[in-house]
């Protein structure tokens, strides 16, 4: 069980097939995935409002529509936001994608991208990825796969396997990332994912954005089963 306002989350998007993104980041941070500060902005004249709830310039934009589950696709991110006025031409430009309810601004994040990923297969249950994320992950391939339930043991060999194990571990005098941070979050999406069941499809944090200080997952996309 996720609870009442977890449980809520979850039926009110059910008619999308996935759930909206400001909608996801309160489910994981309900169950203790670390997200960036956010603003859910459905109205123009909450700039002042939004900008101060994430603390400050520069934010990053992005389209709420559960007609853009692919949001870069359809133009609708804006990262490096630094002014008001920017920010209220986001708005303007954002509204013309079909089903816009709003921007979600958040604070901006830097860092190493990783992606943490979780999802039921009908035949081996629950599962759940790490790898190296971004735009490339796709290119690269660089992930692994394991059966959930994950203890931090599994999570810290899941990480040895990656090919880009370094970007994790740090080299050339880079300090290495925040790898407790990193650890909590894939722990988090494996309990999640059994939770869920066949509830949903999958579960998509891409990037995880880690720096030595802290993992944060940047981005989330939960796809609702059929």
Same mark, same amino acid.
């Given at each position: ?109 830097? *860092? =190493?991208? &990783?992606?943490? #990923? ?10 759940? +990825? !790490?790898? @190296? ?30 090919? *880009? =194990?370094? &970007?994790?571990? #740090? ?10 941070? +990193? !650890?909590? @979050? ?41």
């Amino acid at each position: 069980m996720l609870g009442p306002e977890l449980e809520q989350i979850i039926t009110r998007n059910q008619s999308h097939g996935w759930i909206l993104e400001p909608d996801a980041k309160r489910l994981l941070s309900g169950v203790g995935v670390p997200v960036p500060q956010g603003f859910w902005m459905k109205a123009k004249k909450d700039v002042a409002r939004a900008v101060h709830a994430v603390g400050g310039y520069p934010v990053a934009a992005k389209v709420v529509s559960p007609r853009a589950l692919h949001k870069t696709e359809l133009h609708g991110v804006a990262l490096g936001v630094g002014s008001d006025s920017a920010l209220s031409a986001c708005f303007d430009r954002f509204s013309e994608i079909e089903g816009f309810q709003g921007l979600l601004v958040e604070e901006m994040i830097s *860092g =190493r991208e &990783l992606i943490v #990923g979780g999802k039921n297969d009908t035949q081996f249950g629950a599962l759940v +990825l !790490i790898g @190296i994320g971004g735009t490339g992950v796709e290119i690269y391939g660089d992930t692994t796969l394991r059966m959930a339930p994950l203890t931090d043991t599994d999570v810290r060999s899941m990480i040895r396997c990656l090919k *880009g =194990r370094a &970007l994790v571990e #740090g080299y050339r005098g880079e300090a290495p990332v925040h790898l407790d941070s +990193l !650890i909590q @979050i894939v722990l988090a999406v494996s309990e999640l994912t059994i939770r869920l069941g066949d509830r949903i499809e999958s579960i998509d944090l891409n990037p995880v954005i880690c720096s030595p200080e802290r993992c944060t997952a940047a981005d989330a996309r939960i796809i609702l089963a059929v």
